[in-house]
């Protein structure tokens, strides 16, 4: 089985900048997408990110131009760098992973195993 867990997140106030961890263990881990999805409190759980060996990253429009993904597979770790962060931001994140292809790796469905999450909270 994949096991996920994140780290990083923490208290912050608008404009700073945070790099969220997660550390990935289990076979074939490498040949799997990897994204980042967050959940605010009232709200549905929405895509971030993603990273596939075969395609270029994908990020939602909201993140865009802010947040950077970038995977080290010697380390079996993915990251998420967050400039810039703005209230709208706070929410528990969500690292993930699964055997996805195609066009839909930015669906909740696509992805097989979750993290705890980490809570990101941003402050005016």
């Known amino acids: 089985q994949v096991q996920l867990v994140e780290s990083g997140g923490g208290l912050v106030q608008a404009g700073d900048s945070l790099r969220l961890s997660c550390a990935a263990s289990?076979?074939?881990?490498?040949?799997?997408?990897m994204g980042w999805f967050r959940q605010a409190p009232g709200k549905e759980r929405e895509f971030v990110s993603r990273i596939m060996w075969s395609s270029s990253p994908l990020y939602a429009d909201s993140v865009k131009g802010r947040f950077t993904i970038s995977r080290d597979y010697a380390k079996n770790t993915m990251y998420l760098q967050m400039n810039s962060l703005k209230p709208e931001d706070t929410a528990v994140y969500y690292c993930a992973a699964g055997p996805c292809s195609g066009n839909g790796c930015f669906l909740t469905a696509r992805y097989d195993y979750w993290g705890q999450g980490t809570q990101v909270t941003v402050s005016s």
């Open positions: 289990g076979r074939t881990f490498s040949g799997y997408a």
